[in-house]
């Protein structure tokens, strides 16, 4: 079975600032890995994903991930923080292209401080 | 395109009535799928629909009912609501062979 592990449930950083969201992931087979954004009181967005190839991932809005498959990781990361990156962000796996059973992760809300 | 709409946005109901979330998607996707988001657990499968008439079960499918008519609409039906299914609702779609769905903007679901 597939399981997602998302440290730490807030975090908290200053405007400029580098963001580092940590995501862990287990799988049996070779995952597909994925990054969504959930701004207040809306849906999600997917902001990058990790299929094959390039383990360096870029998104929209400034946002990479690097899958390190030694360490089961994929961490969300954006250099310098700004305050319209305050959301909730859910790291999520799924076993294949087409899978329907994306796991996700319990969420990390992040909090941007001016 | 509208994209995934979802209605209703707010919905209270009193334990024991049932209800349903409506979904809608225009984008032609063949994959839907129903999550219900609960604060510390990420969102879970309820269940999911690879066309239409064809249904399957998720990871926390009791209490929950869903058929697929036609492409663009998965309802969702509450047969007899409990305190334990308050939550958000989300829809979701995506074309067959690719991971990326798209999300609906939710129904929050309160019951009393």
């Known amino acids: 079975a597939q399981s997602v592990t998302q440290l730490g449930s807030h975090v908290s950083v200053s405007e400029g600032a580098l963001v580092l969201l940590r995501c862990n992931y287990s799988?049996?087979?070779?995952?597909?890995l994925f990054w969504y954004v959930q701004y207040p009181n809306q849906g999600l967005q997917l902001l990058l994903k990790?299929?094959?190839?390039?383990?360096l991932v870029k998104g929209i809005n400034g946002f990479e991930a690097e899958f390190k498959k030694s360490e089961t990781s994929f961490h969300l990361t954006k250099p310098s923080a700004h305050m319209s990156d305050a959301a909730e962000y859910f790291c999520?796996?799924?076993?294949?292209?087409?899978?329907?059973?994306?796991?996700f992760g319990q969420g990390t809300r992040l909090t941007i401080n001016p | 395109n509208a994209g995934v709409t979802q209605t209703p946005k707010f919905q209270v109901l009193k334990t024991g009535q049932s209800m349903t979330l409506q979904c809608a998607q225009d984008?032609?996707?063949?994959?839907m799928s129903w999550y219900r988001q609960d604060p510390g657990m990420g969102l879970r499968l309820i269940h999911y629909?690879?066309?239409?008439?064809?249904?399957d079960q998720g990871e926390v499918p009791n209490g929950y009912n869903v058929s697929r008519s036609t492409t663009e609409d998965f309802p969702l039906r509450l047969l007899s609501a409990a305190p334990s299914q308050t939550s958000v609702y989300f829809c979701?779609?995506?074309?067959?062979?690719?991971?990326?769905?798209?999300f609906g903007p939710g129904t929050r679901l309160t019951v009393l």
């Open positions: 990790y299929t094959t190839g390039a383990t």
């Open positions: 984008m032609n996707h063949e994959y």
């Open positions: 979701a779609s995506r074309y067959r062979g690719y991971n990326e769905q798209f």
């Open positions: 799988s049996s087979v070779p995952p597909y």
């Open positions: 999520a796996v799924s076993r294949y292209q087409g899978a329907q059973k994306l796991v």
């Open positions: 629909s690879v066309g239409a008439g064809i249904t």
